[in-house]
């Protein structure tokens, strides 16, 4: 069973550097064809793929914040780490962490439950 | 970048069908996969690959994709499909790329 969790500070002042963990359970990444996403929502919008890695250490990014985001992973730990540098007000959302499924189509079959980010001074 | 266009809202009668489109340049030559959200929910996914339904998903959700839509339907509507749907493809560039997503009222 494959399970995803996020964890992170609920609040940021702008500036500082947001960094989120997912923990996840269930599938090894260093398996070559998986892969862990990150995904946000700002209250009341739509969702906004921000990054992705796989087991080969392969990494995507969101063409118009590329400059600030890092994903990395820690495959003894079976966790995905994503930073996001100088924040901003309108980063505030929930940032999920999601299952890329293995195949040719870039699926995220499964979703961690999501963690609130609030970026106010 | 690759954009997809969704209606921002969908209404239907409980047993009706719905049916949410996902717009897109030459949509049809790639995939296309639809999330469902309920309020304070994670997304779930319901259909991938244009047509094909993870496990547990009902039979009532189906999709097709052709030209510059894809549509995903929702046959014999229940007032719990009541939600956020979103469309995502892989675009050219190795980017995910999420539509504007569709609120369903029933």
């Known amino acids: 069973q494959i399970t995803l969790k996020e964890s992170g500070p609920t609040l940021v002042k702008p500036t500082q550097t947001l960094t989120l963990t997912c923990t996840f359970s269930g599938f090894s990444l260093s398996t070559s064809g998986v892969g862990v996403g990150w995904i946000r929502q700002p209250p009341g919008k739509a969702l906004e793929w921000l990054a992705l890695i796989h087991g080969d250490d392969d990494k995507r990014y969101r063409p118009s914040l590329k400059s600030r985001l890092t994903i990395t992973k820690d495959t003894s730990k079976n966790q995905v780490v994503l930073t996001l540098t100088n924040m901003d007000p309108v980063d505030t959302g929930t940032y999920y962490c999601?299952?890329?499924?293995?195949?040719?189509?870039?699926?995220?079959?499964?979703w961690g439950q999501g963690t609130m980010v609030t970026v106010s001074s | 970048s690759y954009m997809l266009t969704q209606p921002p809202s969908v209404s239907v009668a409980p047993g009706q069908t719905a049916r949410i489109t996902c717009g897109g340049n030459n949509i049809g030559g790639i995939s296309v996969h639809w999330y469902q959200q309920k309020p304070g929910q994670a997304p779930v996914l319901v259909v991938y690959d244009d047509s094909d339904r993870p496990s547990g998903i009902p039979e009532r959700f189906s999709g097709s994709n052709s030209g510059n839509t894809a549509t995903l339907t929702i046959s014999r509507v229940e007032v719990e499909d009541e939600a956020d749907y979103y469309c995502?493809?892989?675009?050219?560039?190795?980017?995910?790329?999420f539509g504007g997503g569709t609120k369903l009222t029933v």
């Open positions: 999601a299952h890329r499924q293995i195949g040719d189509s870039l699926i995220f079959d499964l």
């Open positions: 995502q493809v892989w675009d050219s560039t190795g980017s995910v790329v």
